[in-house]
């Protein structure tokens, strides 16, 4: 049978992929109407770059796949759910949590003998999984949010040091491998230059550089930018058939993968050495072609892996030691009034740019007044600060020794910086606040807060987004978001038709995002995400939680007396109500989705309170597994106690349960909890 594109030129063939990649977008992005799935439209721009390759004369500046970073018009990497989650590693930020990580793993053990370990640096990048299947590489992702990632995979194979087949000795049934990709400083350094030349933002540091190269949609962009690989893991690590985490570096490297030398080459079973070599590493880190934050140590027997577990966050059998927060001295240029999106007034230190530790600070927040008094910062000082990981970056104190004698302290203002409205400052709280709802600075932050990524995760709308928006008087409120279009947008000075596109998509998506992330996105004081989600759950819409009565919030779990007023403070402001009817008028066509946030062997809410001691576990870990399962641990049983755990040796807590009627759980009913069983809990007679 013939083709019949053989028939038809390469030119014809490039014209027509053009003209229906284009019309695909805009059926997509203008009409909210596509005819193809994404998968579909993905294929149609692969055969016209490789069209282009094959026939570069055909490549021209107009064709969707010219446009760096988008080729697909905007389209989102698409999500991939694992079976096996990638969790992420607890953090010892001392000495001394290093030591408590090797008494938890020897408790757990059951043991007091010395345990043997392994360390590796930490690699400052991004985590990824790769899938081989038939001993090929199939599907790389993003960590995402352990469960679910981003595709990544046409990125990742334009990494040279990912082998894209193994080694023979490797299996051929699926593996899945996990490792960090990350940017090396030069590569870094070079990009950057790169981009400051071509006018374009540049990174803040090689972590940054390499996930805004790896999530590009266009993977020639990625392939540009030269990132690199270090294999670290297995998500079954039993597949590797060896008996130590040593074992299993020396078996990826024979499978073709870049492995970091150290983990293989010593163990060590002494806590002291461990973190002797954390500050080896921390001196030797500039040295390093590549950034580290710190060291990962493990428990070298895997067959000590299943019998230590993990948390629903970390595994126990390894501990990122991180190192010390980095610090640096600068200079205080002046001391900025920002208000925020409740009006609250918070000081920030403009500073004379600093490098801490590879990052340029420039500002730090001085939190509020009785902080700022506190620390007496003055412009002009000079001042130590430090960051630590991805913090943001904190005054650690004045170097008064070098403070001008005629420096004045800096006078909070009484009124607000922005629309001069006098500010108040309640009696029993820290900070001084804008009361005007209508200040254009809260307008904004509001703006900024509905769309940032706790909230309605509205890609593209940042703080000068936000702040064009407004003084175009495109958007008012948030909620006139939804009356943008395409149009409006390309009129606007920083816009193109491709960024238009992108926020107007964004936009879209939005609309019919949980119901907890349009409360959460509302701005109601003392309401963050975890009260959005409860609200939600119970009140299913926001037009019900607009009509909520103070009794209905204070009857749920976890809603007290201050959130149950601001809900109710909220909703009767007239400036609010308006905004609330316009979003869930028919008009805008918003329709938040519900569904049970915390569902599945959850603890949502339930109050336990923990007494006596726990024999597989501490107290804190017990604590960390309640909440992580969406419980709260309290110290004190009352009648709103759920649960009492009561551990060996238990003492008047136990007592006050069965006097209440409280029912008790011993740490064996605790773990079936856990475990999304039933509670076989024991309820006291009476
Ligand atoms: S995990 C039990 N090793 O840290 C297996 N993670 O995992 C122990 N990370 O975002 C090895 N360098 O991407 C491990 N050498 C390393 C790592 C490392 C960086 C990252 C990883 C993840 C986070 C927590």
Sequence with gaps: ????????????????????????SRLYFQDDNPEIPDAQFDLLVRELEVLEASHPELISPGSPTAMVGAPTGGRALKEVTRAIPMLSLDKALSAEEIQDFEDRVKRF??????????TMPKFDGLAVELIYAGRILTLAS????????????????????????LNSSAPGSELRVRGEVYMDKSEFVRLNEER???????FANPRNAAAGSLRQLDSRETSRRRLSFFAYGLAEPEMAEVETYAGLMVRLAEWGFPVEAS????????????????????????????????????????????????????????VAAKFKPRAAVTKVLSIEVQVGRTGALTPVAIMEPALVGGVTVSQATLHNEDELKRKDVRPGDWVQIQRAGDVIPEIIAVELQRRPPDLAPFEFPHHCPVCGTEAVRKLDEAVSRCPNPSCPAQIEARLIHFAHKGALDIEGLGQKVAALLL???LVGQPSDLFRLTLTKLQALPR???????????????????????????????HVGERSSQILAGHFKSLKALSEATREQLLSLNDIGPEVAQSVLDFFQSPLNQSFISDLIGQELGVKPTFEEPLASGGLSGQRFVLTGTLSGMTRAEAKARIIAKGGRVLSAVSRETDFVVAGEA???????????GIPTLDEKGLLALLDGGSAPAEKPEN
């Design 196 to 202: 400051e030349a071509a006018g374009l933002s540049v």
């Design 263 to 318: 983990a293989a080459s010593r163990s060590t079973d002494k806590i002291s050495e461990v973190i002797a070599i954390l500050e080896k590493l921390a001196n030797d880190r500039d040295q390093l072609p590549y950034e580290v934050d710190g060291l990962v140590v493990t428990v070298d027997s895997l067959s000590l892996w299943p019998r230590l577990g993990a948390t629903s966050r970390s595994p126990r059998y390894a």
């Design 109 to 118: 053990l059951g043991t007091s003998e010395s345990v043997p370990f392994r």
């Design 495 to 525: 816009f193109g038709s491709k960024s238009a596109a992108n926020l107007i998509a964004a936009i879209d998506k939005a609309r019919t995002k949980n119901l907890w992330r349009f409360i959460n996105g509302l701005s109601i004081r």
């Design 471 to 473: 003084s175009k008087e």
């Design 650 to 660: 238990a003492g008047s807590k136990l007592t006050e349960a069965k006097k209440l």
């Design 142 to 165: 993003t960590r995402g949010d352990g469960r679910t990632g981003e595709d990544i995979t046409p990125n990742v194979k334009t990494i040279s040091s990912i082998p894209q087949t």
């Design 1 to 24: 049978m013939t083709n019949a594109n053989d028939q038809i030129s390469p030119a014809a063939r490039a014209a027509f992929l053009r003209q229906e990649i284009q019309r695909h």
